[in-house]
Nanobody
């Protein structure tokens, strides 16, 4: 079964940093384009960053561009999201998943709370 396990979230002050990790299994991670999603209370889940499988080309939503960095380690079936200069509006549950094909399975996500 396709599985994702997100970790690394927590409570930080504005301007702080967090590094999220995603452990993926149940599919061939190395050929899958991946992304980080987030969902804030009362809002739709949004795709905030993507990374391709081989070239590791990245994209970011404008609101996180310059502050977040997505990366992956295909040998370990891992993906990461380095978040710097965090803002209160970054508060959300963060999820990892594929960005194409089936997204039937979602992990529990990891909570990121940015507050003073």
């Amino acid at each position: 079964q396709v599985q994702f396990v997100e970790s690394g979230g927590g409570l930080v002050q504005p301007g702080g940093s967090l590094r999220l990790s995603c452990a993926a299994s149940g599919f061939t991670f190395s050929v899958a384009a991946m992304g980080w999603y987030r969902q804030a209370p009362g809002k739709e889940r949004e795709l905030v960053a993507t990374i391709s499988n081989l070239s590791r080309t990245t994209t970011y939503v404008d609101t996180v561009k310059g502050r977040f960095t997505i990366s992956r380690d295909n040998a370990r079936n891992r993906m990461y999201l380095q978040m710097d200069s965090l803002k209160p509006e970054d508060t959300a549950v963060y999820y990892c998943n594929r960005i194409a094909g089936s997204r039937t399975y979602w992990g529990q996500g990891t909570q990121v709370t940015v507050s003073s």
